[in-house]
């Protein structure tokens, strides 16, 4: 498996409401991660993450290797088109 076979974008539109929040809150709440979002309170991290999917800065990545899901920079994943 490739690299690019095992990393898959997930438009965050095709997820229900109540999937995309859930995830949104574990990772801005992740342990041993360095998020960035540690500064404001949980709503405000939600609603910023919030915010960067929605303009295209950010993306929901599941790694088929690991069974995991991530969020990432939109420029830092290969061969993502930022129009999904």
Do not use: W
């Not at 979002?37 to 993306?59: C, H, K, P």
């Amino acid at each position: 498996m490739t690299d690019r076979e095992a990393m898959l974008v997930i438009p965050h539109r095709q997820l229900s409401p109540e999937a995309l929040a859930g995830l949104i809150e574990e990772f801005v709440t992740r342990d041993g991660t360095d998020s960035g979002y540690t500064r404001g309170s949980l709503a405000e991290n939600v609603a910023m993450v919030r915010r960067q999917l929605d303009a295209g800065q950010a993306v929901i990545v599941f790694d088929n290797r690991t069974q995991t899901c991530n969020i990432k920079p939109a420029d830092t994943v290969s061969g993502h088109d930022r129009r999904q």
